[in-house]
T-cell receptor, first 109, second 115 residues
Framework: GQNIDQPTEMTATEGAIVQINCTYQ??????LFWYQQHAGEAPTFLSYNVLDGLEEKGRFSSFLSRSKGYSYLLLKELQMKDSASYLC??????????WGAGTKLIIKP | GAGVSQSPSNKVTEKGKDVELRCDPI?????LYWYRQSLGQGLEFLIY????????KSGLPSDRFSAERTGGSVSTLTIQRTQQEDSAVYLC?????????????FGPGTRLTVT
């Protein structure tokens, strides 16, 4: 079967750095997405990786290793507004997105 | 331009009633997706449209659920004889050509409560 694994919850301190991991086992691979979802709101797109390596976008970076079926989202200089759930999703060989259950990130002052 | 819109934003219905949820995708987006999200849970894929056809209906939980899309634009998700376990937020998303890197844009969702 297809499976996406992420930690359920993480806690970090304002101003610090946090890394959210995602491992996947899917039928084929056509890219990996990270989305942010604030409580009670719809998910919004953060990043996309299809080749191995690091993609940097401001305070957020996303890394992919296709051989290991592994990605992480790195958030730097954490702000209180970064408190949200972070969803990892992999596009399979049929170009359908397989979603992880999300990681709830709690930022403490 | 306008984003994905969904209506109603909230719907409370009695068990056994039928409900219809509507999604207006971003203009020009050929792909449209329906998801369901229960409180504190991840996204559950329901159905995907490419144009007006639905190549993947594998996520529909039962034959009480159906969806259609007309004119390559508006989509409706219908739930017949609603049950309490249908209570969830129903999210619609749209994107450009799904075989490329285009991300999905989500609507605000419809919160369905079955009493």
């Amino acid at each position: 079967g297809q499976n996406i694994d992420q930690p359920t919850e993480m806690t970090a301190t304002e101003g610090a750095i946090v890394q959210i991991n995602c491992t996947y086992q899917t039928s084929g691979f056509n890219g990996l997405f990270w989305y942010q979802q604030h409580a009670g709101e719809a998910p919004t797109f953060l990043s996309y990786n299809v080749l191995d390596g690091l993609e940097e976008k401001g305070r957020f970076s996303s890394f992919l290793s296709r051989s290991k079926g592994y990605s992480y989202l790195l958030l730097k200089e954490l702000q209180m507004k970064d408190s949200a759930s972070y969803l990892c999703a992999v596009r399979d060989s049929n170009y359908q997105l397989i979603w992880g259950a999300g990681t709830k990130l709690i930022i403490k002052p | 331009g306008a984003g994905v819109s969904q209506s109603p934003s909230n719907k409370v219905t009695e068990k056994g009633k039928d409900v219809e949820l509507r999604c207006d995708p971003i203009s020009g987006h050929t792909a449209l997706y329906w998801y369901r999200q229960s409180l504190g849970q991840g996204l559950e894929f329901l159905i995907y449209f490419q144009g007006n056809s639905a190549p993947d209906k594998s996520g529909l939980p039962s034959d009480r659920f159906s969806a259609e899309r007309t004119g390559g634009s508006v989509s409706t998700l219908t739930i017949q004889r609603t049950q309490q376990e249908d209570s969830a937020v129903y999210l619609c998303a749209s994107s450009l050509e799904p075989t490329l890197r285009y991300e999905q844009y989500f609507g605000p969702g419809t919160r369905l409560t079955v009493t």
